[in-house]
């Protein structure tokens, strides 16, 4: 019987039949090149399912050939695509193009282009003795000969049997670049027939089993062995609630120990790139070689050898990455480990598949047997419910690891010190003069600042003309490196403007203040200090952040001004003192999240205060002293923001009472924008009823020139929310198919955050 394969290809379509040549076996999971589309081009596909239906078409291409020696995805992988397509509302294609390294994915228009894009893996060169020389009478004949006459090959040939022990004679390989032996000389030995060379892709060595452990305190050892009870008795899923410098991540590597010894796999997911080189570095003190790190500032090619690597492994791996992580080929994976669960970094935001990696590793552990761990100091209000009600385990660390004082939080009332000239640029009179003495201490300080760039726009002092992207609908922020005015939305970067381009008369001033303002003040204030700065603009590179974290953690730098990127997961010893420079604009944004949001910024950051010994201090500048989040963090209260924030949630339909999909419709002209945005939520409310929130116009309305309008979904807890994405997949298929409307682009987010 003539058999077919259905193919997944990366792009927004369903799966494609192809028939499978005769004499060509394939596999399910498998990649192979297959010829696709009017132009015919060669693509690479993922074989999904085979069967001996033929299609309906006159037609059929058939699969070229396989790629790779075996398949990418294993069934339980291939079960997460297709659910993160289904509850996420994409193509199992697009899943695909975000999941699978770039290198994997070649294409061309021909066969010649199609092979120069394929992945070749590095081959490694080795070098071992000839088989005449493994006896050892044999080998000493030679050594003796070569000692009086080529004492430099006398030394390679020795170097080569030893293979790092000069005590045995090994004929196994060793790789070349181990060895020490000029190029030459090796040239000369393999030409008199005493070595051979032979060339194999490059593999990394595992390490052992044997593993040495951080002594844990009694409360450490009582939440450990609560979550092993938890995980026996059948729970998958399990939350560890820690305030920061609890231990969180000693119990994470009792854990991790567990699962390696078994021959298990295990996934360390944390939210930023900037968490993993800190995070890499202790666990590697631990577990050696068996590490591996995957995030986006690896090379693609280093990316590709990963993933390969992981898809043969025989089990025993331990991986610490971002959320693309959660997409690797690990078979033999028992344990997902979620470190800052609640980080919002999780959340991909474009381009599809919008999912969220914390979700997607607790559907994966099910898939696989596995267990999942979210671990956190203020945990997502969707997690502490599922906690609460009993759907996930639970384990609480309420005490700081060994001697360690929670730091004492100062509230400063902005207005009141500018009022008693009590405030200098930036900073109230309480600010400065802690970091004074703490500076006199020896000791070190962080400044957050939730905003990067110099200033967040120029204004004109005569006509009030603000500096506008011409492709969004929202002010440039002024870098005084480089005097730019960027837009953090599309890039557009222009000059700074020497006078108001509008009335012509004076200078363009830069209104209010980011990361690189902060920086430059602090310097002048205190001239003495060594200041460094931590955002997106200053980190171009893996090298460039590991060289500020590193001077930071050495004391080479007394002060580290810094956006959310100093907030999650740094275990700095010096720092005794954080300042948080402005606590409303954490507080003042359009989102029912906000509060929760501001919270754990702020708790999040000033937990990297007094981590050892005596207990810090927090400093926090608002303009609005007695908003009951501010006084929540001072108190270290989640309890009392939890209740609070439930309440409001449950009183205005918010999760987790209730699940969002957000609907945002782009288009360039603002008309027809406005017509079908009308006629689309018409159309749901005759399925949803009063669900169906909008038209609203959001903050920014326009970005890389088109304009934007948003629908907002809400679904009831205790409802079939499968059921629901079933009938809005109906109605936006009706919708594109309106000639009227074919033009809008609808971007659909399922629980956006």
Not at 23 to 38: C, D
Not at 187 to 204: D, F, N, P, S, Y
Not at 537 to 546: G, I, K, L, P, Q
Not at 705 to 714: I, R
Request: with cysteine; hydrophobic share 35%; net charge positive.
């Amino acid at each position: 019987m003539p058999q077919y394969a259905d193919i997944v290809l990366p792009l927004a379509q369903p799966a494609y039949t192809f028939a499978v040549p005769e004499g060509l076996t394939l596999r399910e999971g498998q990649a192979v090149a297959v010829r696709f589309g009017p132009r015919n081009r060669f693509c690479t596909g993922i074989v999904w399912r085979l069967h001996e239906r033929r299609p309906d078409f006159p037609r059929i291409k058939s699969v070229q050939r396989i790629l790779y020696d075996e398949p990418l995805l294993s069934a339980p992988q291939r079960r997460l695509w297709e659910w993160i397509a289904s509850y996420y509302m994409c193509s199992v294609g697009e899943v695909m193009r975000c999941a699978l390294p770039s290198l994997m994915k070649p294409s061309g228009d021909t066969e010649e282009e199609f092979s120069e894009e394929e992945f070749r893996p590095r081959m490694e060169s080795y070098v071992s003795l000839a088989p005449e020389l493994g006896g050892e009478e044999a080998f000493h004949e030679v050594c003796e000969r070569l000692e009086r006459r080529a004492p430099r090959q006398y030394e390679a040939l020795l170097e080569i049997a030893s293979a790092g022990d000069e005590t045995r004679i090994s004929t196994g390989e060793v790789a070349r670049r181990l060895l020490q032996a000029d190029s030459t000389v090796l040239h000369t030995l393999e030409r008199k027939g005493l070595i051979r060379r032979t060339a194999h892709e490059r593999t990394v060595e595992r390490g052992g089993s044997t593993f040495r452990l951080p002594q844990l305190s009694p409360h450490q050892q009582q939440a450990l062995d609560t979550l092993r009870a938890q995980f026996a008795a059948g729970r998958s899923t399990a939350l560890l609630q820690g305030i920061t410098g609890s231990g969180k991540t000693e119990i994470y590597i009792h854990l991790i120990a567990e699962v390696l010894a078994r021959g298990g796999d295990v996934l360390l997911l944390v939210p930023e790139i900037a968490l993993t080189a800190q995070l890499i570095e202790r666990m590697e003190r631990i577990f050696g070689s068996r590490v591996t790190a995957y995030h986006s500032k690896l090379t693609n090619r280093r990316r590709t050898e990963t993933y390969l690597r992981l898809s043969r492994s025989q089990g025993g791996e331990f991986v610490v990455g971002v959320r693309s992580s959660i997409f690797l080929p690990l078979k033999h994976l028992q344990l997902i480990v979620v470190d800052e669960e609640h980080d919002a970094s999780y959340k991909q935001v474009d381009p599809a598949p919008r999912y969220n990696a914390r979700d997607c590793a607790v559907v994966m552990a099910r898939l696989t047997g596995g267990r999942t761990l979210l671990g956190s100091a203020t945990p997502s209000l969707e997690s502490w419910s599922n906690a609460a009600s009993g759907k996930y385990g639970k384990a609480v660390l309420n005490e700081r690891y060994g001697e360690a004082r929670l730091p004492v939080v100062y509230i400063s009332d902005t207005l009141r010190a500018a009022r008693r000239g009590e405030r200098h640029a930036h900073f109230n009179k309480l600010l400065l003069d802690k970091i004074g003495e703490t500076l006199q201490r020896g000791e070190q300080v962080m400044l957050f600042q939730n905003r990067r760039g110099f200033s967040p726009y120029v204004e004109c002092t005569e006509c009030g003309w603000t500096a506008r992207c011409p492709n969004c609908n929202v002010t440039l922020t002024y870098h005084k490196s480089g005097r730019k005015l960027v837009c953090h939305y599309c890039g557009h970067t222009e000059e700074v403007p020497a006078k108001c381009p509008s009335c012509r008369v004076t200078d363009v001033v830069p209104v209010g203040f980011g990361t690189e303002k902060i920086e430059e003040e602090i310097a002048r204030i205190f001239p003495e200090a060594r200041v460094a700065r931590l955002d997106r603009d200053s980190v171009t590179s893996e090298r460039a952040f590991n060289a500020i974290i590193d001077d930071f953690a050495a004391r080479r730098t007394d002060i580290l001004v810094g956006t959310q990127m100093i907030t999650k997961g740094f275990d700095f010893a010096g720092v005794s003192l954080v300042g948080i420079l402005n606590a409303d604009n954490l507080l003042n944004n359009p989102d029912f999240r906000a509060a929760e949001r501001a919270f754990q910024l702020m708790m999040q950051v000033s937990g990297r205060a007094g981590r050892r010994g005596d207990g810090g201090e927090v400093v926090i500048q608002t303009g609005d002293p007695t908003n009951p989040v501010i006084r929540q963090v001072a108190t270290g209260d989640y309890e009392a923001m939890v209740r609070t924030q439930l309440a409001e949630r449950q009183q205005f339909f918010y999760p987790p009472y209730a699940r969002l999909t957000s609907l945002t419709l782009r288009h360039r002209d603002p008309e027809t924008l406005r017509s079908g945005v009308m006629e689309l939520a018409q159309r749901l409310r005759v399925r949803f009823g009063r669900r169906v929130l909008g038209p609203m116009t959001p903050p920014v309305d326009r970005i890389r020139g088109e304009y934007l309008v948003g629908l907002l979904l809400k679904i009831e807890s205790g409802a079939s929310s499968a059921r629901a994405r079933e009938l809005l997949g109906a109605e936006l298929k009706s919708f594109s198919e309106n000639p009227a409307c074919r033009a809008i682009t609808v971007v659909v987010d399922v629980d956006p955050q």
